[in-house]
């Protein structure tokens, strides 16, 4: 979810939201277009005729983007991806102008729709949308303000489900500024549970109608949701003495890793569940988007214990 990247400014498109009288705060989604950077890395490739290991080196100096852990482990997964995604690339170069007219457009939508679910009228939200090309993982990644900058989303646009990805995240960009995340990558395990169940909700109230896995799993994981119920009790049991852990090597391991139980993505197996029955239980999206940072572990934590 989170990654620290430096960002260049290189298009800006802010939007004002519902700016029926003057108490209502001003939403502002600034867009930065990556794609032109990508486009000048691959025809610089192209040109060099690189093998893996000079292309990966050319990648570095002049990409950089992976939805990745920023961890060593981490680059070695962005250059395993990058080796993989190769070949499929001559095939994207020709869509790319339409795949990023249509991401801005959907982000300016969907960024207004997040604000109305979170009813943050009359809070100023200032959120910051990345598009990149990606290696065609369906990952992306958000991170909370930090360096001047605010929260940011970091969005592939191969990416073909993009509405209901997009949503994900940009609810991530809303809840932190409203809840005050600090915390990035490595944050203790029973907040980044709550973030994850939060956003994994919102984008099914914001994009409703599709099936629950559409919301949960990843493109290269069918079933996951179905094995997720199937160990509900051991992966809660087993995640539980782990809420207050935080740390890269932590977060790896119920992220990309395999928790306790040898199942992927335990945090957001729990996430799903935890956010669930908050929902079902009478919380709203704006109340439980308030929950303060310092305060999201316990949350979680009387959730599953049935407190």
């Known amino acids: 979810m989170f990654k620290h990247i430096n960002i260049a400014i290189l298009a800006v498109s802010s939007v004002l939201l519902t700016p029926a009288y003057a108490a209502q ?32 080196a050319l990648w570095q100096k002049d990409y950089g983007i992976a939805a990745v852990p920023p ?35 959907a982000g300016h939508e969907l960024f207004a729709r997040v604000n109305t679910l979170y009813a943050t009228k009359e809070v100023t939200i200032h959120s910051k949308l990345v598009l990149f090309v ?14 001047g900058l605010p929260p940011t989303v970091v969005m592939p646009i191969e990416n073909p489900a993009l509405r209901v990805d997009l ?30 169940g939060m956003a994994m909700h919102a984008s099914k109230a ?25 160990k509900k009790a051991s992966v809660m049991k087993g995640i539980l ?8 090597d932590v977060a790896t391991r119920f992220t990309f890793g395999h928790g306790t139980t040898g199942m992927d993505r335990e945090l957001y197996c729990v996430g799903w569940f935890v956010v669930g029955k908050l929902l079902s239980d009478g919380k709203s999206f704006p109340q439980l988007a308030r929950i303060p940072e310092d305060r999201m572990v316990q949350t979680v934590q009387d959730v599953i214990v049935g407190r």
């Open 134 to 147: 990606g290696q065609f993982d369906g990952n992306e990644f958000t991170v909370p303000a930090m360096n």
């Open 71 to 105: 961890t060593p482990s981490g680059n070695v997964l962005a250059r395993r991806q990058l080796d993989a995604a190769w070949p499929r690339y001559a095939a994207l170069i020709p869509r790319l102008s339409e795949l990023e007219v249509a991401a801005e457009l």
């Open 167 to 196: 949503s994900h995240e940009l609810s991530h960009s809303v809840h932190f500024q409203l809840a005050h995340v600090k915390n990035s990558f490595g944050a203790p395990i029973g907040e980044t549970i709550f973030l994850e």
């Open 241 to 248: 003495p782990y809420l207050d852990s935080e740390g890269a």
């Open 206 to 230: 914001i994009v409703p109608g599709l099936p629950d896995a559409r919301y949960t799993e990843l493109a290269n994981e069918p079933g996951w949701l179905a094995r997720c119920e199937a």
């Open 25 to 56: 705060a001003i939403h502002t989604l600034d867009i930065v277009n990556r794609v032109p950077k990508f486009e000048k890395f691959y025809n610089a490739a192209l040109v060099e005729q690189s093998d893996e290991a000079s292309r990966w």
